[in-house]
């Protein structure tokens, strides 16, 4: 009986055959359930655990009753993960007011958005969500992605926290962040939404670059110049890998942007110039340039 698997008991025994089964295999292990969840419970500092099923709500109702009566706040999904996966794909189509921020590779998108919110403002950082800052060296320092199906639950989770009638900050991304790819609808919106594109002088950005990367692991850093090769030529990255190893961080640094401005103002090339609108920028002071988007929006 051991073997029977517990779905198929419920569909072809009855409910009340399955749930005699189902106490038979978990009921020695409820003690460490509980533990579990109350380890996660504190990991997380979470005020409560969700619970669901694939579509039905049995089995996670039942744990859910458990971890209540053991004290540790529990709800669970009406009508499954399926139902929580087709609201979250669907809620990427409801209209927000996004405001990209746009700016080549240094120009420090990333620190100016977090400042933005410092400042009140709205924001969703994408790249915080894929543990990835977009580019070759993107993975530098951060913790693994997470698959993309899981990338747009915590995308959809983070919009429900904002009020969509105001406007969402979001830094000018690829469709890929890494091997993370933004959800087409919620890809749509960043396309036809207003880009502010913030030009710094290009010793600024080296400057912070290599202030930013210039920690990193010797070899990480390597092998991100390596998967650009052929984008970059090899002429080109041969000189970047030397200038790197030379301890020369600026000029490694100055011939790998070439190429990535190239492809950003190939990128922006393809927008709709009446949606964008360049400020020209001497310092990145991200505290500063945030002030400045602002104080220009009222403008």
């Excluded at 295999?25 to 990991?43: D, H």
């Excluded at 004290?71 to 139902?83: D, E, R």
């Excluded at 919620?186 to 939404?193: I, L, V």
């Amino acid at each position: 009986m051991r073997n029977v698997h517990w779905w198929a008991l419920l569909k072809h025994e009855g409910r009340e055959k399955a749930i005699t089964q189902g106490l038979e295999l978990v009921g020695p292990k409820m003690a460490e359930f509980v533990a579990e969840g109350k380890r996660i419970l504190q990991e997380h500092q979470a005020a409560y655990i969700t619970m669901h099923c694939w579509r039905g709500g049995m089995r996670s109702k039942s744990m859910a009753t458990l971890f209540n009566f053991a004290g540790i706040p529990t709800l669970t999904i009406t009508g499954g993960y399926k139902v929580y996966r087709n609201a979250v794909q669907q809620s990427f189509a409801a209209p927000l007011t996004l405001i990209v921020l746009g700016g080549k590779t240094g120009s420090a998108k990333t620190a100016i958005l977090q400042a933005l919110q410092q400042q009140g403002e709205q924001i969703i950082d994408l790249e915080k969500l894929a543990n990835h800052k977009g580019s070759a060296f993107g993975q530098l320092g951060e913790d693994p992605q997470p698959s993309s199906e899981y990338f747009e639950n915590l995308l959809f989770e983070k919009i429900q926290q904002l009020d969509s009638t105001k406007r969402i900050w979001i830094e000018d991304e690829s469709h890929l962040i890494g091997k993370v790819f933004i959800p087409e609808t919620f890809w749509e919106q960043m396309r036809n939404a207003q880009v502010i594109y913030c030009d710094f002088p290009i010793e600024e950005r080296i400057n912070y670059l290599v202030t930013t990367y210039g920690n990193f692991d010797h070899e990480g850093v390597i092998e991100s110049v390596k998967r650009i090769t052929k984008k970059l030529g090899g002429q080109h990255a041969k000189a970047a890998l030397e200038a790197y190893e030379a301890g020369d961080l600026k000029k490694a640094t100055e011939i790998v942007l070439v190429y990535y401005d190239k492809t950003y103002n190939f990128g922006l090339s393809k927008r709709n110039p009446a949606q964008v609108k360049q400020m020209d920028m001497q310092k990145i002071e991200p505290w500063e340039n945030a002030k400045m988007l602002i104080a220009d929006l009222f403008n």
